[in-house]
């Protein structure tokens, strides 16, 4: 008897030391968090009008921060600067094109004329397009670079020498799964945001000496309602039903308020990476240790997606691409998202103009595709 409870000490202990560092950890976490006091610091929230970024503007203004939001669209901005003051935010919204350098720099110019210095760059505009290789072309790539690289770097070049002689700053980029672990029908996007997340995650070891803390953010599915705002091509339909639907389910997706407290909590930390949820997170870890396995599963999954056909290569807004499975109750949770920030109102392009040119957009999309 005595021999079977020695034996189970070192067990016993093991476990509490593993605990024991739990909770350290987290103690040292939430430490860190409160030592970074949003109150008047000013934050550049781009794509910040509607969606995840409309989201994350409504906690920065309740824990204090002065925000400045850009967008394409001027009476989205406005909707949101509308709903930001009435929560006692201070907002400047500023109408600009991320992917136009020179707009750019006029913004950033904009934001200190009013606030002074920026203190946290946060780069959060972008879009879907979902279609299979096939139908991609050379300017989907360019589009989706133009958005989701070259503006993030456009943006970082404008504010970050200013955080680097005061020796202070926060920098965040809002990726995704899709630059951690690839996506069929998903190509442009996913190279898109594996270029944002190297650029991100090398700028970090770069600028920590001077005293910049850069977090690369990689969510997975967020139920923010922007599928309306998405694009698809080809069977743009089918392509719809079966985005829209993972992108609402509970199990599959998460909130973009739980996204948004986590991306705030972790740059307050100074984190390198915030990967939610934890599925997410386990499929990063999966996918990182074994990429030979998961490219083949995920290949597997791919042949469940639709094939050709359709409008080819013409591209279709997500509100034109609706079909008898979406919406649905399968997409409540999504839906409901869509209301409550700010996706309702526009019928004009997403963000990143030459993703959506009117010149190759198709009012009558249903031609040659079974709903």
């Known amino acids: 008897m005595n021999l079977y409870i020695d034996n189970q000490n070192p067990l016993i202990l093991f476990a509490i030391g593993v605990g024991a560092l739990f909770v350290l950890l987290w103690v040292v976490r939430s ?7 949003l109150t008047g610091k000013t934050v550049l929230l781009t794509g910040g009008s509607r969606g995840l970024g409309l989201v994350m503007a409504r906690q920065l203004v309740q824990q204090g921060a002065r925000l400045a939001i850009c967008a394409r669209d001027r009476a989205e901005l406005e909707r949101a600067r509308v709903e930001l ?20 720099d006029q913004m950033v110019q904009q934001v200190r004329d009013r606030f002074g210095q920026i203190d946290i760059l946060i780069n959060n505009a972008g879009t879907d397009l979902v279609a299979p290789m096939d139908v991609l072309t050379i300017e989907d790539y360019d589009a989706l670079m133009k958005l ?13 020498p200013e955080m680097r002689q005061r020796q ?3 920098i965040v980029n809002i990726s995704s799964i899709g630059g951690k672990v690839v996506s069929p029908h998903m190509l442009a996007y996913c190279a898109s945001k594996f270029a944002l997340t190297g650029f991100s995650e090398g700028m970090r070891t770069e600028l920590a000496k001077d005293g910049i803390a850069v977090t690369t953010v990689c969510p997975g599915f967020i139920r923010t309602g922007v599928i309306d705002h998405a694009m698809f091509k080809g069977q743009h339909r089918k392509e719809f ?16 308020e739980k996204v948004a407290r986590e991306t705030i909590a972790g740059f307050r930390r100074g984190d390198a990476e915030v990967v939610v949820p934890l599925w ?14 998961s490219t083949t599963a995920i290949g597997w999954f791919n042949r469940l997606l639709p094939g050709t056909g359709g409008i080819g290569t013409e591209r279709a807004f997500g509100k034109d691409s609706h079909s008898s499975l979406s919406p649905s109750l399968l997409t409540f949770l999504s839906d409901k998202a869509a209301r409550q920030n700010n996706e309702m109102g526009g019928q004009e392009q997403p963000d990143g103009d030459r993703i959506a040119e ?5 009012s009558s999309v249903s031609d040659g595709e079974d709903g």
């Open 85 to 104: 003051q009435q929560c006692g935010g201070e907002v400047l919204t500023v109408p600009c094109d991320v992917t136009d350098r020179s707009q750019v």
């Open 148 to 160: 989701h690289f070259w503006a993030p770097l456009y943006t970082t070049y404008a504010v970050f």
């Open 280 to 293: 997410t997170w386990f499929s990063v870890r999966l996918y990182a240790l074994f990429p030979g396995l």
């Open 241 to 256: 039903t079966w985005f829209s639907i993972a992108d609402s389910l509970p199990l599959i997706s998460t909130s973009a």
């Open 31 to 37: 430490w860190r968090e409160r030592q970074y006091d």
């Open 358 to 362: 009117r010149s190759s957009y198709r």
């Open 168 to 170: 202070a700053g926060r």
